[in-house]
């Protein structure tokens, strides 16, 4: 059975099977990974733009890989975001590129719903890979694939997710993808950093770091970002650190077996401590590795839709 | 010339003037005779049959960006007139935030001179402080003498209760009204209302009470100089409740509100397309429900379109980049029959006061007469005809609206005023 959608925008209204199909294919990719060669040929001619407005090393190397892995032409696009002002239009980029024949557009931007536009400018499969606060939805696919290795399965799973809910494109994802596999999601962190209408999502705001830990089978602790706006929603590092930080005494307080993620860069000392960074609740390098099969699922299902 | 409109129903609440059936005679654009016709009357008379037809006081939208000088790329004094007379307009008021502000006799004559001799009325808004920045107020004596209606820094609040309390002292020396934009800047700056939808879209949010805050400010400073303050467009239901408050006590506030915050809410946002986006943004259903609450009980005195008219190259972009603002005095009368007149909000009566009596009497401009000797200043109303809306046959500039395309019931047939009258897509001299 194919995707119902010939874009991965976000994983708002995407339905159970489609995420279900998504997670089964990433599985036989994450066993290619681990061949001596780890390359198949199922997007042999395919060409992929990565078309990045934005700064990301990680995200930008998953989708390469997956990319190369599927033996597809990856091209890297990159656009400093303070061109946007002064050059060309995003438009006129998109339809520029679109000119020289491609398949697939793996985008990112600062701006909430950009992959949108480009699904009506161009004819290709659109991959949203982080749009400003909105979604990131390939993060969510693979922090659920993490979660079901893990655990063996999503429904009826508790899932808190930790940090600054109001400027994460992760938080979306992660609520819209879980609820519709039947997780219970509910949300941790400063009320500054999260939305006002967010319970209207069917999720649960948690102000207690502790009370979050003791309730959910799953933290998925966001990184708080020291280096944008986001820093003037809390008042010093030093109190998010005490007051939201996870650490081996918090978790060794309430005694509980918790399944920690983490999308990565992790700040040390802030949102984890490097003791829980690097212990035996933590799965964070191996959603480095999910992401890759994950991604590679998604442009193999997109890429060979008819 | 003689100009006969033939079998119209006269509508002119003010005037408690409410006749069908009658013919009406025009010598030079100027009213001659109201039914009684004889033979030699129509002897090299044009006759227009206007059969079921309403005419009433040519209507006036007291909120509109002209754009020039500045960005004529986007609108002209006449080619936002060529759109005010389509939607059905003999009168507007331009907003100040030009390139340069409207803030000197200079650029009020500038203006004044694009539209001489036009069929629409330009009456000028000009700028409450110097440059729109909020520091120092304008020279408003010499703009009243310029002939300029009110004051206002649209775009933004004026920035200080400070310097709003000085234009208010200062503006009701001449009765003009200081008319605001009313947005709190430090909790603006979002792309959209603060709700579900934002959440959803992960666009950055503007709260509702950014509105509030400024219309209690102005509310208050207006009670306390006993200046007279305009709430533009008007988007949410706390705003609404505290105008309709502080009318009660007598204080002198008036306020308008937009088409789109009277038949849009924030789920129109959902698609990210660009013309949903405007300052103040579409808000919630209950917010609406407060304002169709609000236009039938007189708190909301008139309606504005605030025709902001954009380049497509700035709107066809990303949501967040996109500049605020849709066109809209071509769909404005459509829009205020359907979803006004027709769904029982308001009757045809209470419609042309919001939209020809009370905008005048704000800017203390003269209300157009149905009587022998008065200029003729109609606007002409199908209430029934079925339409589609089609940004393509817009005289305006620019195509920035979200209503291409929606059907609409009942529409400006004509407008008449300035010996012209514009009919059936062009000018005729009368």
Known sequence: MPLSSRHLLGLQGVPKE???????????????????????????????????????????????????????????????????????????????????????????????????FLTKICDANIINAGDGIHEHPTQGLLDMYSI??????????????????????????????????????????????????????????????????????????????????????????????????????????????????????????????????????????????????????????????? | MKTILKNVNLLHPEQKINEKGKDILLIDGVISKIGGLSKEDSTDAKVFDFSGKYVVPGFFDMHVHLREPGREDEETVVTGCNAAANGGFTGIACMPNTEPAIDSAEVVEFIKKQAANHLVDVNVVAAATVGRKGEIISPMAELREAGVVGFSDDGFAIKTSAILKRALEYSQMYNLPIIEHCEDETLAGGAMNEGVNSTMLGLPPIPSIAEDLIVMRDIIIGEYTGGKVHIAHISTKRAVEMVREAKKKGIRVTAEVTPHHFSLTDDAVKTYDTNTKMSPPLRTQEDMNEILKGLKDGTIDCIASDHAPHSPEEKEVE????????????????????????KKVLSLEELI??????????????????????????????????????????????????????LLTGKAVAAVNNKKMFYQDKFVEL
Request: charged share 25%.
């Open chain 1, 148 to 306: 079901r290795e893990k655990k063996g399965k999503l429904e009826g799973l508790k899932v808190c997710i930790v940090g600054d809910i109001a400027h994460s494109r992760v938080a979306l994802s992660n609520i819209f993808g879980l609820k519709t596999m039947g997780a219970e999601v509910s949300v941790c962190g400063p009320l500054t950093m999260i939305p006002r209408y967010i319970e209207e999502l069917g999720v649960k705001v948690i102000h207690n770091i502790d009370e979050a830990i003791q309730e959910n089978d799953v933290l998925n602790v966001l990184r708080i970002q020291l280096e944008r706006k986001a820093r003037e929603y809390f008042p010093s590092i030093r109190e998010y650190a005490r007051y939201f930080g996870i650490t081996e005494e918090r978790l060794e307080k309430n005694g509980k077996e918790v399944l920690i993620l983490h999308p990565g860069p992790i700040n040390r000392g802030v949102e984890l401590s490097s003791g829980v960074a690097d212990g035996l609740n933590q799965i964070i390098l191996q959603q480095v590795t999910n992401g890759v099969a994950i991604r590679m699922a998604v442009l193999y299902l997109l890429g060979t839709l008819k």
């Open chain 1, 18 to 116: 489609d995420i279900q199909l998504i997670l089964d294919t990433a599985t036989t990719f994450r066993e290619v990974l681990e061949r001596p060669i780890k390359r198949v040929p199922t997007l042999q001619g395919k060409t992929i733009v990565n078309l990045f407005y934005e700064n990301s090393t990680r995200t930008r190397i998953s989708f390469e890989l997956a990319e190369k892995r599927l033996s597809a032409d990856a091209i890297n696009f990159a656009v400093s975001s303070s061109s946007v002002s002064k050059g060309e239009t995003f438009k006129d980029t998109m339809k520029n590129i679109e000119a020289m024949k491609v398949d697939m557009v793996v985008v990112r931007h600062s701006a909430a719903g950009a992959p949108q």
């Open chain 2, 353 to 406: 006061n919001k939209m020809a009596v009370n905008p005048r009497k704000i800017l203390n401009l003269p209300v157009p007469k149905f009587e022998a000797g008065q200029p003729a200043n109609f606007t002409i109303l199908d209430t029934e005809e079925i339409w589609t809306v089609d940004l393509s046959k817009s005289k305006s500039k620019s195509k920035n609206s979200p209503f291409d395309n929606r």
């Open chain 2, 319 to 342: 949501f967040d980049h996109a500049p605020n603002g849709i066109t809209g005095i071509e769909t404005e009368v459509g829009l205020a029959l359907s979803e006004l007149v027709h």
